[in-house]
C-alpha cells in the first residue's frame, strides 16, 4: 500500500471526526455542570455584597472557631470562643455534603453534649465539606463552610 494519496475527502472526514470528538466531550461536560449545580446562593447578589462587610465584622466579633470531625459514625462539630471554651448556640442549621455535588448532602439532627455538637452520619469516602449557619444568644449570625476531617 505504498504511496497511498491523501485526498480532500480524507482531510473533510479528519477534520469532521475531530472537531465532532470535541463538541462532544463539551456538550457532555455542559450537561454534566447543569445537573449538578445546586442553585443559587443568595437571590439577591448586589444587597448581599452591599451587606457583606457588616456582617462579616459581626460575625468575626463573635471570635468562634469551628471545626468538623467525622470518627467512629458521628459527625462532631466543635465550636469555640477565644479562649478555646465551647460555645452553646441560640440556633444551629448544618449541612453535609461534597463540595462538587448536592445529591448526597445530609442535614444532620444535631445535640450539644456540652462540649460540641454531635450527630450520627453515615458517610462514604472522599471529601466532605459542612455548611452551617448558627445564631449566637445575642442574635449574631455566623455562617462558614468547614472542611470534614475524616479518620
Same mark, same amino acid.
Given at each position: 500500500?505504498?504511496?497511498?494519496? /491523501?485526498?480532500?475527502?480524507?482531510?473533510? /472526514?479528519? &477534520? $469532521? @471526526?475531530? &472537531?465532532?470528538?470535541?463538541?462532544?466531550?463539551?456538550?457532555? =461536560?455542559?450537561?454534566? +455542570?447543569?445537573?449538578?449545580?445546586?442553585?443559587?446562593?443568595?437571590? #439577591?447578589?448586589?444587597?448581599?455584597?452591599?451587606?457583606?462587610?457588616?456582617?462579616?465584622? @459581626?460575625?468575626?466579633? =463573635? *471570635?468562634?472557631?469551628?471545626?468538623?470531625?467525622?470518627?467512629? *459514625?458521628?459527625? /462532631?462539630?466543635? /465550636? !469555640?470562643?477565644? +479562649?478555646?471554651?465551647? $460555645?452553646?448556640?441560640?440556633?444551629?442549621?448544618? !449541612?453535609? *455534603?461534597?463540595?462538587?455535588?448536592?445529591?448526597?448532602?445530609?442535614?444532620?439532627? &444535631?445535640?450539644?453534649?456540652?462540649? @460540641?455538637?454531635?450527630?450520627? $452520619?453515615?458517610? +462514604?469516602?472522599?471529601?466532605? #465539606?459542612?455548611?452551617? !449557619? @448558627?445564631?449566637?444568644?445575642?442574635?449574631?449570625?455566623?455562617?462558614?463552610?468547614?472542611v470534614l476531617h475524616k479518620d
Amino acid at each position: 500500500m505504498a504511496g497511498r494519496e /491523501i485526498t480532500g475527502k480524507h482531510v473533510l /472526514i479528519g &477534520f $469532521v @471526526a475531530a &472537531f465532532g470528538v470535541i463538541i462532544g466531550v463539551n456538550l457532555v =461536560l455542559a450537561v454534566s +455542570a447543569l445537573r449538578t449545580f445546586p442553585g443559587l446562593e443568595v437571590s #439577591n447578589s448586589y444587597v448581599a455584597s452591599q451587606e457583606f462587610d457588616d456582617r462579616k465584622a @459581626a460575625q468575626e466579633a =463573635l *471570635g468562634w472557631t469551628v471545626r468538623a470531625d467525622h470518627t467512629g *459514625g458521628l459527625l /462532631i462539630l466543635r /465550636i !469555640t470562643d477565644e +479562649a478555646g471554651r465551647p $460555645v452553646a448556640v441560640a440556633d444551629l442549621d448544618a !449541612t453535609v *455534603g461534597r463540595a462538587t455535588h448536592v445529591q448526597d448532602d445530609q442535614t444532620p439532627d &444535631f445535640s450539644f453534649d456540652g462540649t @460540641a455538637y454531635v450527630a450520627p $452520619v453515615a458517610l +462514604a469516602g472522599g471529601n466532605w #465539606n459542612v455548611r452551617m !449557619t @448558627a445564631r449566637a444568644k445575642d442574635g449574631t449570625l455566623f455562617e462558614q463552610r468547614v472542611v470534614l476531617h475524616k479518620d
